[in-house]
């Protein structure tokens, strides 16, 4: 008997093992995805993606503005650098993630446009289950490219948070 339900215990070890390095588990799968494209394939930069969890809401469904942005009106939370090479970058929201945010702006975009007439469009797309909820597509300058989502904060269906300024210091610096 002791046998079997070593070997029974064994089975579920490997299955248990096998399911978390697929992903099944962990905190890896995707919540959404934002995709950036360039019409100049050369392209490269970074863009800066903010994830939020474990978010409460207050009793009236909106969330304190200090959950999301510092006293000066910069976001915080936990920030990704996102590369941008060949022109294209794409990156996987986790799956706790609640709320997130797109910074206002590509930056450190090489090479430098200075040239209006050759500067790309480039296109920032968040999309859940394939479908497109939040898109930008805007024409690079000099070393950046703005992002006309940005800066906003969103639930991951989408939605702009319902912020509470709960600091009447964020009132005049961050939108909302």
Known sequence: MKKY???????????????????????D?????????????????????YEYKNINENSNGSINATKFFDSNGYLKG??????????EAEYNLKNDTKYFAVYYF???????????AKAPMVTVEYLLNGNSLLSSAEKAYFDQCDISFGDTVYSVNGDPADLNIDNPKLKDVIRY
């Open 78 to 87: 936990n920030k990704h650098a996102v590369s941008i090479k060949n022109g």
């Open 29 to 49: 799968a995707s919540g959404g995805t934002l995709k950036i494209k360039s019409e100049d394939s050369s392209m490269s930069g970074t863009v800066e993606i």
């Open 106 to 116: 590509i930056t450190d975009i090489n090479p430098d446009y200075e040239d209006d």
């Open 5 to 27: 339900v070593l070997i029974i215990g064994l089975i579920l070890a490997v299955v248990s093992i096998s399911a978390v390095s697929a992903g099944l588990f962990g905190d």
